[in-house]
C-alpha cells in the first residue's frame, strides 16, 4: 500500500518496535491535562505529575468546593515553582449535570428487575427504592421506555458501581424505572445520565457563574471547560460573561462535546470556540458503541484544520486501580495521536487513582511513540490542500517554516509571538520538531494602570501538541529592535540549550518579524 493512504509513516521496520523508548527532556509533543483531586493533591504529588509531563491542571467543580480546589492550587503554585515546570489551570463546569446526591454516603445496593424512583425531593434520604435528584424536570422530558444511566462521578465502566434503569412509569414528578443490572452505588455523589434527551438545565448554572467570578477570577484561570455545550450559543454566553469579569477576557474556553447535541451542532460550536473537549465518558454513553470511533476521528479532523485545540477524555480508565493499562486502553491512546488530538485529559486516574503519576507517564510515553510514526507529510499535505490558496501570509509563513524545518532537520523551531497566533499557526502543521514558542510581552493599559500581556498567552500553549512556551523578560517589549530580538533568541537557544533539545551543529528554523516583514531563518549553531 502506499504511505499516504496510512495514518502511520512507513516503512516500519519490525525491529525498530523493539528499540527502548529514550528518555528526553519533553516527554512528548502530546499533552496531558490532569484532574486533580483526593490523589494528587499534596505538593509531592503535583511535583510528580508535573515531572511526568502533565501540563495543564483541571479543577472539576462538579466535586468538591471553592476553599478545596484553593487549596489544591496553593499546592500546584509550589509545585510549579520547586520544579520550574508550567502548568496552565482549567476550571471545569458542572453546567446540565444531572445529579444523584447521597446526603448520608451509606452504600446503596440496587438488585437487577426490581424497581427504583427518581425524584427530584431532595428531602429524602438516598435508598435502594428512591433516588432524590438535583433537576424538578426530568418527569417531563422523558417517557416510558427511555433508559437511564447512574453511576459514580468519574464511573470508569470497570466497576460495579453503576447501574442502567429503563423508565417504566412516570407518576407526577416522579419516575419509576426498572433496574437492568445488580450494582451497589458507593460515594456521595453519583451522575445520572439519559441517552439523547435534552435537559433543561443551562449550560453555565449560577452556581457556575459564581465558582467562575470568584475562584476563577482570583486565579486567573487560564481554560474554561464548558461542560454540556449544546450549542454555538452556550459558548458566546460564556464568552459574554467573561468578557465583564477583567482579566477573564483572556480566558480560552473549550466546549466539551458530551452528548449527542452538542455533536449535532459541532461546526457552529467550534467556531465560537477556542478549543473542544470530547467527552468520551458522557458521549460514549449517548452514542452506541459502534459509532464512539467515528465521532473522534471526525470531530479531530475539524479541529485540527481549524488549528484549534482538542483534548481527548477517558483514555486509560483501568489504570485507576492498575499499574499497566488494558491493550485496548494502550492502544486507544496511541489512535488518538494519530487521530490529532493535542492532549490527552485524564480524570478518575488522577483525581482518585491509586496511581496518578505513573497513568501520566505512561499515556506520555504511548504518544511520544505514536507521535515518531506519525505521517506528518500525508498529514502537511492534507492541511495545505484544505486551507487552500490564497493563504494568509501568516499562515503561508508558519506552514513554509514546518517544511524547512523538516526539510533540513532542525532540531527546534523557535517562534517570536505575543498574540499566540503564529505559534499556534506553526503548531497547526504538526511539526515533527518541538516549537519553542517566545511570547514577548506586550505594554497594554486599561486607563488605570499599565501591566504587561503575555502569561495568558504562554499558559494557553500548554494545550497544543509540540508548543512549548518561553515567557520572554518584560524589559524587551514587544516593539522589537534587531539588537532585542538577538539577545531574545540566545535566552531561547540557551534553554533549548539546557532542556538537552538542542546541541551544537544542530539547525534551528527561527520565525519572528524583522521590520515590517515576517521571516523564516534557518541557523546552524557553533560549538
Ligand atoms: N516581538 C516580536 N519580535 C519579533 N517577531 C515577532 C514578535 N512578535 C511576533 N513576531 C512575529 O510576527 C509575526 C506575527 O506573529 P503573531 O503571533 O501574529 O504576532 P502578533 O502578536 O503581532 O499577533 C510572526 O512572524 C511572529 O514570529
Ligand atoms: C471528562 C468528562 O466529563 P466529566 O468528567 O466532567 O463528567 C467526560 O465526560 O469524559
Ligand atoms: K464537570
Ligand atoms: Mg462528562
Redesign the pocket.
Known sequence: MHSSHLLLEEPIRMLSILEPSKASFFPAMTKIVGTLGPKSRSVEVISACLKAGMSVARFDFSWGGPEYHQETLENLKTAIKSTKKLCAVMLDTVGAEMQVVNKSEKSISLQADAQVVLTPDRGQEASSEILPINFDELAKSIKKGDTIFVGQYLFTGSETTSVWLEVSEVTGQDVVCTIKNSATLAGSLFTLHVSQVHIDLPTLTDKDKEVISTWGVKNKIDFLSLSYTRHAEDVRQAREFLSKLGDLSQTHIFAKIENVEGLTHFDEILQEADGIILSRGNLGIDLPPEKVFFFQKSALYKCNMAGKPAVLTRVVDSMTDNLRPTRAEATDVANAVLDGSDAILLGAETLRGLYPVETISTVGRICAEAEKVFNQDLYFKKTVKYVGEPMSH?ES?ASSAVRAAIKVKASVII?????????RLIAKYRPTMPVLSVV?PRITTNQLKWSFSGAFEARQSLIVRGLFPILADPRHP?E?TSAS?ESILKVALDHGKAAGVIKSHDRVVI???VGDS?VVKIIELED
Open positions: 501568516l509563513i517562534c517570536f509571538t505575543s498574540s499566540g497566533r503564529a505559534a514577548i514587544a522589537s530580538n520565525c519572528q518579524k515576517s
